[in-house]
């Protein structure tokens, strides 16, 4: 292992906000489309989803994830209020999904066959990892709002490769050698 020696530039002001912005892109994170289906004013199911970045572990006992959505999010108050919540962890090769259900909402599942349970959740065909969730807390974050989910019941591959957001882009991971 290497140790830089270079005199460390300067430390730029949280205030400025490409640099927070920079800083923020080089932690790597998943990304998890957070769905559900939710029934319209004429009785039909609405597919309802978004993609987060911001997305992580939080407990086992209970079972808690987080993700955070910004508090101008229009989705979000649609999501929220639905019985069980649907988050699919994207598979390597689901950058184009991702960057859909993070597009217009009209466009969102337009191409996509989502499979759903008996109480709403709502999932991505082919990920890494599916989990059901209800609405655990929301607690309030700045610009954002951290959500926690409880898991109530999941399915996973851990053979399936993630997608990786870093830097901005969507990255592939590397294994280096195997954990024990």
């Keep these: 292992m290497s140790v830089n020696s270079e005199t460390p530039t300067l430390l730029s002001p949280a205030a400025d906000e490409s640099a927070l912005k920079r800083a923020y892109s ?10 559900c289906r939710i029934p319209h004013p004429d009785g039909v199911l609405e597919s309802v989803g978004m993609a987060a970045s911001a997305f992580t572990t939080v407990s086992l006992d209970p079972p808690l994830v987080s993700v955070c959505v910004q508090n101008t999010s229009t989705t979000w108050p649609r999501l929220r209020g639905a ?12 950058s184009d999904l991702c960057r859909q259900l993070a597009g217009p909402s009209e466009d969102r599942f337009v191409g996509i066959t989502p499979f759903a349970t008996d109480d709403g959740a709502l999932f991505i065909p082919a990920a890494a990892a599916n989990l059901s969730c209800s609405l655990y807390k929301e607690i309030p974050a700045g610009d954002h709002t951290l959500v926690l989910l409880r898991i109530e019941a999941l399915r996973c591959d851990p053979g399936v490769e993630p997608l990786v957001f870093h830097a901005s882009t969507f990255r592939s991971l590397e294994a280096r050698r195997a954990m024990p």
Excluded: K, R, Y
Aim: aromatic fraction near 10%; include cysteine; charged fraction near 5%.
């Design 83 to 94: 019985a069980a919540i649907g988050l699919s962890v994207f598979a390597h090769d689901q």
């Design 26 to 35: 080089c932690f790597p994170s998943g990304v998890v489309a957070v769905c």
